[in-house]
């Protein structure tokens, strides 16, 4: 059955409908500065991370619903796990070999900075956040070596967003020159007019818009 439904839509003279393929250029409609300087040939993390920005706020940002077992749950947990900034001063039991590169003071021979291999940065002290700065670091560049893009949106965002008076259409100018037409400034018969005000609308609102109406006629 299906090889001759096949033959039949071989044989009809409806054209096949062939889409065209979905284009893979991205175009950025949120902000002109973005898409001033988004490459087309990297990924969207790459971009975001070469513009200095990001993606991900690392915590949730709604849509959960917590209850309350639940979150006295995750108080005791936090409560118990290690705080990640703590030093901790007892040693490992198991440590395991490694290569460090020493700097010692040429005078008396005493060892200055110890350089990790696994570490970028030195890290005498074992600072905590010296590995969190230093991932801070490589994630987000400085917005100095993109031209200057993040002052740039922060000016944007700073600017005081003018708001753009009501406008009227076409219809409304018709339906507003008709009411004054026949009541001039009577407001009061306007809104109770059930023909020429279908909506009912009241006589403040109607007074606002004559006054509009007028304004842009003068």
């Known amino acids: 059955m299906g090889r001759e439904l096949q033959k039949k839509k071989n044989r009809s003279s409806i054209p096949k409908v062939k889409h065209k393929p979905k284009s893979k250029r991205l175009h950025v ?109 490589d994630d987000n560049p400085s917005a100095q070596q993109f031209g200057g893009i993040i002052p740039e949106l922060e000016e944007q965002a700073s600017m005081e967003v003018k708001k753009r008076p009501r406008q009227q259409s076409k219809r409304e100018e018709q339906w507003i020159s008709g009411l004054v037409k026949k009541y001039g400034e009577d407001f009061r018969h306007m809104a109770r007019d059930r023909r020429l005000n279908p909506y009912q609308q009241s006589e403040g609102d109607l007074r606002r818009r004559v006054r509009t109406w007028k304004d842009k006629r003068n």
Not at 42 to 65: A, D, F, V
Not at 75 to 90: H, I
Request: aromatic share 4%; charged share 20%.
């Open 29 to 137: 409609l949120g902000n002109a500065t973005v898409d001033a300087n988004w490459d087309q040939t990297l990924t969207l993390s790459q971009n975001y991370r070469q513009l200095g920005l990001t993606s991900k706020l690392n915590t949730h940002t709604g849509g959960i619903e917590r209850l309350g077992s639940q979150v006295k749950n995750n108080l005791c947990t936090a409560l118990q796990a290690k705080d990640r900034l703590s030093v901790d001063s007892k040693l490992s039991a198991s440590i395991a070999p490694s290569e460090v590169r020493i700097e010692r003071d040429p005078s008396n021979g005493a060892i200055l900075r110890v350089f990790h291999s696994h570490t970028l940065t030195p890290n005498p002290l074992d600072d905590p956040l010296n590995e969190i700065l230093q991932v801070y670091d």
